[in-house]
């Protein structure tokens, strides 16, 4: 028997599948899926740099300037002031560790931001958790309209509040990357034994 939590309850189901929810196995994939999608926006450096806001970063996205920073350096084993002056580069799975915990951290993030976010449709959820990503919680919360448009699952509007943001002229391919998806989940996925995107 497998637990699936459902909202705040958890109940056993001896297939996934019977639950309506991915199997393990795909879960796996959607969450490979998730960091590949985000990896592609935001690049993967070994190395510190400066990003595009001029905030030191590194591995996926991760900034070096945030509170929590030295301590999850720290916590590899590396000397945060050596990452900092360049000296010092991450191996591929202290980029991934770094690049899990955030994007556990946005995922619940998303899920304080947007009612029901796990019954949402896959393609909506990778798109929210990667705009919490990108903005933090408090930038994300601030497309009140987006939300509600996605709580009602009006995909349309949805995508039109994106596109009328100041997010959208920042991040450039990332927005339309994002406004797409979410503009696809107004089109009913393909039958069982069908063919498509899932």
């Given at each position: 028997?497998?637990?699936?939590?459902?909202?705040?309850?958890?109940?056993?189901?001896?297939?996934?599948?019977?639950?309506g929810?991915?199997?393990?196995?795909?879960?796996?994939?959607?969450?490979a899926?998730?960091?590949?999608?985000?990896?592609?926006?935001?690049?993967?450096?070994?190395?510190?740099?400066?990003?595009s806001?001029?905030?030191?970063?590194?591995?996926?996205?991760?900034?070096?300037?945030?509170?929590?920073?030295?301590?999850?350096?720290?916590?590899?084993?590396?000397?945060?002031?050596?990452?900092?002056?360049?000296?010092?580069?991450?191996?591929?799975?202290?980029?991934?560790?770094?690049?899990?915990?955030?994007?556990?951290?946005?995922?619940?993030?998303?899920?304080?931001?947007?009612?029901?976010?796990d019954?949402?449709?896959?393609?909506a959820?990778?798109?929210?958790?990667?705009?919490?990503?990108?903005?933090?919680?408090?930038?994300?919360?601030?497309?009140?309209?987006?939300?509600?448009?996605?709580?009602?699952?009006?995909?349309?509007?949805?995508?039109?509040?994106?596109?009328?943001?100041?997010?959208?002229h920042?991040?450039?391919?990332?927005?339309?990357?994002?406004?797409?998806?979410?503009?696809?989940?107004?089109?009913?996925?393909?039958?069982?034994?069908?063919?498509?995107?899932?």
């Amino acid at each position: 028997m497998i637990p699936l939590e459902l909202g705040v309850n958890t109940r056993r189901f001896a297939d996934p599948a019977e639950a309506g929810y991915p199997t393990r196995n795909e879960w796996a994939m959607n969450s490979a899926r998730l960091r590949r999608f985000i990896e592609a926006h935001e690049g993967r450096r070994v190395n510190a740099y400066v990003d595009s806001r001029g905030i030191p970063t590194i591995g996926v996205g991760f900034n070096l300037t945030r509170p929590d920073a030295k301590d999850k350096i720290a916590a590899l084993g590396l000397s945060y002031e050596a990452v900092c002056r360049g000296t010092v580069f991450l191996t591929d799975p202290q980029i991934d560790a770094l690049l899990d915990l955030d994007i556990a951290a946005a995922r619940a993030g998303a899920r304080r931001c947007v009612r029901g976010f796990d019954t949402l449709p896959p393609r909506a959820q990778m798109v929210i958790i990667d705009m919490v990503f990108n903005l933090g919680v408090g930038g994300f919360s601030t497309f009140r309209k987006m939300i509600a448009a996605v709580e009602r699952r009006d995909w349309t509007a949805a995508a039109e509040e994106m596109r009328d943001s100041i997010w959208y002229h920042q991040v450039g391919r990332r927005a339309d990357q994002d406004i797409a998806l979410i503009a696809s989940c107004a089109v009913p996925p393909p039958a069982p034994g069908g063919s498509g995107i899932a």
